[in-house]
């Protein structure tokens, strides 16, 4: 019982310290600009101002912004499970030579400075014509993902009973049909931590945001906030969109963590 | 229907593991054939070959007169039964038996159909729509026979299938595999380690050891002519007395005993072989019997094993369990002159 209640307190404890800052940013979302550079208590709000908000939302350009968010996050998510899964398939059931080094050499890919890769990133983009458009976030981010998604999936294929996959091929299945029908449903914690993977990708870069992108009407939340943020006349949007920004991972991580950790166990196991 | 032929087939994995050495194998259309030996000779490799599961590196197999070796699992009509059952966990009952006819573009009528007679003659009517995690060991196993049946394939592998089922169960189910294997005309060919189960349920059963086949034949050509020292000790419980003897003529010496063979065998020593159940109580012609220091016994309600030691060799007999034996005791044994064995002492193979 006492054990209980000091584990209580201290989840409690972690959590509220965990808070904080998301309610320092809802408040601040919800003062008067002019408010923000005056001393004053910075935990409580002395009017309830929803300006910040209305204002993000009138301004055309925020809601481009979203959009392309939007679409990056789910052309990434998608592009990435596909690629991941199938790649995952290949190395762990058909006889691909050395697939046991390949999937090592695919991680290793992130000990790559993304540094290097910027400018033939650049260059590979222009020749696309796709600099200046969230295509570009959407052909760039997958690769940042996939080998990751690779690894933990190519572990957690290999982790299923070898029993399984034998008697659906002997039952008839193709392939495809074996992915589709076994693997696949099967595969939901690790799928949910490549997920999670790609969203953490998204919302975490500025960089790739802010250089393949110079438009301001064609970049994504995160880069926006970047131009928003220098212009200090104006905090209380800033902290409504960084919120705004911040929100869906949060959310994201909250709700999947379980799973996030479930699917990586498997690949740290292996 | 159809029958199976291993041609000098042989299985040598990655690491020079030699699975399944130089096998020839025929077995009949409709036959019930068990392949046993202890784990790790080799009976699930020679199995999962015949699946397409496994590559083979020599030799061919045949299904029917089509040569399969280079045919993927589903094109060769066959179906699996795993010791682990193998069951899709995410589907339900119904789905997992009707799994391999979906993939086979089925029409859904009769799917319907073959999965409703299956549920029915297995008695898993009730159980359609639960989930694997949902059933006991014994439904389990009985879907996974049930996903078998539903596809009505020429040949049925099953590799250990009662293995993880209690004693009583597994009992049960030998006897229902069998009604099920007269009931659906299909060719038959099932691992196990067990000797029982081999003994029981086999038209044939083919013995293994170490990937190489020791013999093939009906189970009691199996029992009373075992072929070499291995068999005879691997089929039979208690196991099967190995007394080495010196020959002279017809007389076999022992350390603690002599008997007349039935002829000469032609040898100057070999290993007798002796059945502990034709070892008993009774006096017989043609030897003094046997002088039995009793160690063990060991009642079972329908018989007596005494485990003991006549001069330097243990020796295990199975007497009337009405006969009152304590450990210390002495017993006079008789031996059945006809059930005897002897082995080649370097070749281990049956001279008599
Ligand atoms: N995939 C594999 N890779 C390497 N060796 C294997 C593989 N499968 C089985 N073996 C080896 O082949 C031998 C026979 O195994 P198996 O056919 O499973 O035996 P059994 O079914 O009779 O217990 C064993 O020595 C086993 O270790
Ligand atoms: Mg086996």
Redesign the pocket.
Known sequence: MKAGAVRFLFLAALLGFSLVPFWWMLVASLKRSDDQLTFGNPWWFDELYTGGYTGLFANGTFRDWMLNTALVLVGTVCISLLASALAAYALAFLSVPYSRSLVLVFFATYLVPQGVLFIPLVREMARLHLLNSPLALVATFPSLVIPFGTWVLWSFFRSLPRDLLDVARVEGASPLSLLTWLLLPLSGPALAAVGLFAVAIVFNDFLYSFTLIQSQQQTTLMAGIGLLSTDLGETGPTFAAVLLGVAPVALACAFFADSYARGLGTGILD | MASVSYENVTKR???D?L?VNNLSLEVKDTEFMVLV?P????????LRMLAGLEDITEGQIKIGDRVVNDMPPRDRDIAMVFQSYALYPHMSVYDNMAFGLKMRGTPRADIDRRVNDAAKILELGPLLKRKPRQLSGGQRQRVALGRAIVREPQVFLLDEPLSNLDAKLRVQTRIELQKQHRALHATFIY?T?DQVEAMTMGDRIAVMRD?ILQQVAPPREIYDNPANMYVAGFIGSPTMNFIPVTVNGTTAKASGFELELPRAPGVEKGILGIRPEALDEHAREGHGGLDLKVEVVEVLGSDQFLYGIVGGDAITARVDPALKVAPGDRVRLGVDMRRLHLFDTESEKALM
């Open positions: 994995f990655a690491g593991t699975a030996g784990s790790g000779c080799g009976k699930s490799t020679a691992v380690h990937g």
